[in-house]
């Protein structure tokens, strides 16, 4: 372990991995920015990654259903500027879709995600690059000094440090957007919900190696934030998926299976405390609810054994049936 300038705690980079082959057409950095109802920000945009990209790079703007001008000024922006490539949804499906559907359509061997509202500064992508090309696999950007009103900046602090201690992934900022990723660490991964903020979490439970470093923030100062207090909700819930789905999707007998025992085993222990009462002359199995108790319990319990039972089930059969494997190797050595 290491800690950067900033003071987070990092894996020790390894020497820099050399980048999977690419698609045809492919290109080194793909800039991918999700944008709704952004007209106002998005001519600005352009011009401010223009001035930043002095290598082969594509910029993939994704409208995300956008109801005013947006998707008019980005067709505009990629008629004259053939890096430019703009992919647009007949409705507005959220961030998440749009930064997966801006990764399914990136040829770049590295990709930046970027927000459409100003806030992220494409100065600062320069200096993700070359963390990245220390060994990093996943560069996180850390906003030090916000710019957003406390009722944002406070639900947000509470959510890192919940994600951080239940994911062991040390970040102090995964909300964000302004990140760089190698497409390798992206290949497997699929995002729902509000989950493109856990891909670094992802990375680095796969072996990926994973920092943070300071980036810059500015106020919004054109147009209207989309978000509000109610992703703070949706995110603890997404994490709960996270966590579900990375410790025990192979497995998920030791989670139905486990609370199902543990019903039992409370049924067994209310069934006792119902006799002792009994027989201790201090009430009757009428004058309370026991009887009930103990029935549900044991309902419960047999139910979620059996459920957990039926998972197994499931994902033997996706498994096998689809070929696929449990583990993921990063590396061989004479295994010709």
Known sequence: ?????????????????????????????????????EEANVDELYRRLDAVLAQPAEIIFVDDGSTDGTYARLAAIAARDARVRVVGFRRNFGQTAALSAGIDHARGEIIVPIDGDLQNDPADIPRLLAKLDEGYD???????????????????????????????????????????????????????????????????????????????????????????IE???????????????????????????????????AGVLVFFVMLYLRFTGIADFVQTPLPLVTVMLFLVGCLSVLLGLVAELTVRTYYESQGKRTYIVRSTENMQ
């Open 138 to 228: 996943v560069v996180s950007g850390w906003r030090v000094d916000r710019k957003d009103p406390f009722h944002r900046r406070l639900p947000s602090v509470l959510a890192n440090r919940l994600i951080s201690l239940i994911s062991g992934v040390r970040l102090h900022d995964y909300g964000c957007s302004l990140k760089a990723y190698r497409r390798e660490v992206l290949r497997d991964v699929r995002l729902y919900g509000e989950m493109h903020r856990f891909v670094p979490i992802y990375a680095s439970w796969e072996g990926g190696r994973v920092t943070e470093m300071p980036v810059t923030h500015h106020a919004r100062t054109r147009g209207k934030s989309n978000y509000g």
């Open 1 to 37: 372990m290491m800690r950067d300038r900033a003071g987070a705690r990092t894996l020790e980079p390894a020497a820099a991995p050399e980048p999977a082959p690419a698609p045809d057409g492919a290109v080194r950095l793909s800039i991918v920015c999700p944008v709704y109802n």
């Open 231 to 265: 992703r703070t909700v949706k995110v603890v819930l997404d994490l709960i998926v996270v966590k579900f789905l990375t410790s025990y999707a192979t497995k998920p007998i030791y989670v139905f299976g486990g609370f199902g025992l543990l019903s039992l085993l």
